[in-house]
Nanobody, 124 residues
């Protein structure tokens, strides 16, 4: 079992920045591809970004490429999502997710463990 706890969400003005963190406990963190998904009201949950076990490869959704950066620290069992130039359309609950399948991006049905989510609200 892996427990995932997100932090760092909040309210920010358009153009601002936030840094999300997801700290894990349980099984070996470095065994998992780590992902950030998001879901806004009335929409399906979508992949935002993913990073391989070693951190050597990353994936970004087109909507966030160039603005968001995913990284991980295997020594701290933590994955991060640096979000810059935020837009109102980035408003959503952001979820950290762990997947044992070593292919990017992770599909929803391939996620093994989910965090509880953290709200990000971007005002215009």
């Amino acid at each position: 079992q892996v427990q995932l706890v997100e932090s760092g969400g909040g309210l920010v003005q358009a153009g601002g920045s936030l840094r999300l963190s997801c700290t894990t406990s349980g099984r070996t963190f470095s065994n998992y591809v780590m992902n950030w998904f998001r879901q806004s009201p009335g929409k399906e949950r979508e992949i935002v970004s993913a990073i391989t076990r070693s951190g050597g490869s990353t994936y970004y959704a087109t909507s966030v490429e160039g603005r968001f950066t995913i990284s991980r620290d295997n020594a701290k069992n933590t994955v991060y999502l640096q979000m810059n130039s935020l837009k109102p359309e980035d408003t959503a609950v952001y979820y950290c997710a762990a997947a044992s399948r070593p292919v990017l991006p992770t599909r929803l049905r391939e996620v093994d463990y989910w965090g509880q989510g953290t709200q990000v609200t971007v005002s215009s």
